[in-house]
């Protein structure tokens, strides 16, 4: 299943999702990795240094999509910027006009 807008695939199916009790806002790319950790830290009554290698997968992939949505939302406000630059058409008047000056 692949995601409108991101470069990661959905591994994990609904149904997998929904049996390993995933809560909604965590159904996203990286819950392929958050069902081996919780089992694991369910396993191992949530020691903190357990499941190191799982947990570090996870935020690795968690860091990864916040970083790919940065980088989309920066080419969005780029492409405002170049938009709202371009001149003027004829027949509009500016909002706020020019110093004579200027």
Known sequence: M?????SKKMIATQEEMV????P????DQCAHL?????????A?????????????SYEKCEYELVMERMLQMQKIREEER?????????GT???IPKPANA
């Open 82 to 90: 170049a938009k709202s630059k371009q001149p003027l058409s004829q």
């Open 19 to 22: 049996e390993a009790r995933v």
């Open 44 to 56: 191992e009554f949530y020691l903190p240094w357990k499941c190191e290698n799982e947990r570090h």
């Open 2 to 6: 692949e995601v409108e807008g991101s």
């Open 34 to 42: 958050l069902i081996p950790l919780n089992k694991c830290r369910q």
């Open 93 to 95: 008047v500016p909002l």
């Open 24 to 27: 909604l806002p965590y159904r």
